[in-house]
Nanobody
Framework: VQLQASGGGLVQAGDSRRLSCADSRRTVSNNGMGWFRQAPGKEREFVASIDRTGGRILYADSVKGRFTISRDNAKNTVYLQMNSLKPEDTAVYFC?????????????????WGQGTLVTVSS
């Protein structure tokens, strides 16, 4: 399974960016999906998660109200819309597929991980 995360780049504080995560084997469409991030010198942290149907969504407090996770199962793609970006959002963002269909904030619940895409927010 190869999850491909894309959409990272250099943005200014206050800007928006949308990340995408797709694969060719319907892993995205068949499982719960999550986004995590890892800032330089810090541990990986949970950002957002969505269950298979989109009926249950979880967010980290630090991104609640600014980020939106969504999915298009027909396209085997999950998205992370990031608005009002802050310098502290700078990190490598990873998508991951859940062991099952659920949403979860625990990294141990995820089986497959994408390679990460770097988002840099300048002040």
């Amino acid at each position: 399974v190869q999850l491909q995360a894309s959409g990272g780049g250099l943005v200014q504080a206050g800007d928006s960016r949308r990340l995408s995560c797709a694969d060719s084997r319907r892993t995205v469409s068949n499982n719960g999906m999550g986004w995590f991030r890892q800032a330089p010198g810090k541990e990986r942290e949970f950002v957002a998660s969505i269950d298979r149907t989109g009926g249950r969504i979880l967010y980290a407090d630090s991104v609640k109200g600014r980020f939106t996770i969504s999915r298009d199962n027909a396209k085997n793609t999950v998205y992370l819309q990031m608005n009002s970006l802050k310098p502290e959002d700078t990190a490598v963002y990873f998508c991951a597929s859940h062991l099952s269909v659920y949403a979860s904030s625990a990294s141990r619940d995820y089986r497959y991980w994408g390679q990460g895409t770097l988002v840099t927010v300048s002040s």
